[in-house]
């Protein structure tokens, strides 16, 4: 008969001692500074101050370096220590509206960034545009703070009145994009790549497009139709109609659904990539396919854009280059090193299966 074993558990009291009270304490890692990422960038920490606040005059490998060691280094600005050194607020007071909808959360996104990396913080504010009573008592309550300024995203008229009409007590930059009257879209209009967009369908061979607009109390619908019509008439196109939705999909849908007879087109160009959803089941559930009958674009580029069936041919817009614009703006009004920003870039065509060449029957 073999031995038994007996397997015995270590007494976790034992093997486990508890910590020496008088034992030293190891000290907590020291925050990175501007000099420590001064030194891991090679360079001085007054070219790291003005990085981090926004000055555009840095050679790109200088920034690529600075970015590296503040990355590397997880530096983060001390708030508290510069507020009471130079005696001012670094907290901006940021307040937007149809945070739900994707530029306007793509742009808050992007401000939010570039303040951080400014060594600011930003405080974001949703305003309900429906409710003056409540937009009058957010724009009270915000200015009572202790604000080094004030960032206001206007994306609606009423929007943008409300903004106007307020008496703010720190430097405020509204950004807005402003109605453009002429035919020359400039880079930083949602419009701009239109004509991109329209010369894609006509080198297709369409000659007949409907355009389903945006909500008109937004100037980024205004220019989008504006910049549609322009761009048709320029191509020698035909535009059949213009219907109208409010950005959702179900208005997209709702817009083609609602028709009676659909318009002689072969083309349909929407102003956001989600009208353009619903556009595209609307016209598949009356029996057409996308994009051998007829074919289907957008504007945006959202993220699922690409993944829709077909994947959707649109206009790519960075909303994030205009969230940092508007806060690059705003601190050019807070501190004097801080120059105005370039516009962004112009709005790029992204090429996908929506779009195919025209059905000449």
């Not at 002429?182 to 007949?208: F, Q």
């Amino acid at each position: 008969m073999g031995e038994s074993t007996e397997s015995i558990d270590a007494d976790p009291a034992v093997a486990t001692p508890p910590p020496d009270p008088n034992a030293p304490r190891e000290a907590p890692a020291r925050a990175a500074t501007i000099y420590d990422v001064a030194t891991a960038a090679g360079v001085s920490h007054q070219t790291v101050s003005r990085f981090l606040k926004g000055f555009e005059g840095i050679r790109p490998e200088t920034r690529a370096k600075v970015v590296k060691a503040l990355d590397e280094l997880g530096y983060r600005p001390n708030l508290t220590a510069r507020s009471l050194k130079s005696g001012r607020s670094h907290r901006i007071g940021a307040l937007t509206h149809e945070i739900s909808q994707y530029g306007p959360s793509r742009i808050a996104e992007g401000a939010s960034a570039a303040a951080r990396e400014a060594g600011y913080v930003l405080d974001l504010v949703s305003l309900d545009a429906h409710n003056p009573r409540a937009i009058e008592e957010s724009l009270e309550l915000i200015t009572q703070h202790n604000l080094a300024g004030i960032l206001a995203l206007a994306s609606t008229d009423e929007m943008k009145r409300a903004f106007e009409t307020t008496a703010f007590r720190v430097p405020a930059f509204i950004a807005a994009e402003s109605d453009i009257l002429t035919d020359a879209e400039p880079a930083g209009s949602t419009g701009a790549g239109m004509p991109a967009l329209i010369g894609h369908l006509a080198l297709l061979g369409h000659r007949d497009v409907v355009h389903i607009a945006g909500p008109q109390t937004w100037s980024a619908a205004r220019n989008r139709l504006r910049a549609y019509t322009a761009a048709i008439e320029h191509a020698g196109l035909r535009s059949r109609a213009v219907l109208r939705g409010d950005w959702s999909a179900k208005s997209g849908y709702d817009a083609i659904a609602a028709l009676g007879e659909l318009p002689e087109a072969t083309a349909y160009v929407a102003a956001n990539d989600q009208m353009a959803l619903g556009a595209m089941l609307a016209l598949k559930q009356r029996g057409l396919h996308i994009p051998d009958d007829v074919s289907v674009a957008g504007v945006d580029d959202t993220p699922e854009a690409a993944y829709f069936d077909p994947p959707l041919t649109t206009l790519r817009l960075d909303f994030e280059a205009q969230g940092r614009a508007a806060v690059r703006a705003l601190l050019s009004r807070i501190e004097p090193d801080v120059t105005e920003p370039s516009p962004p870039a112009s709005p790029q065509l992204m090429v996908r299966e929506s779009t195919g060449p025209a059905n000449q029957s």
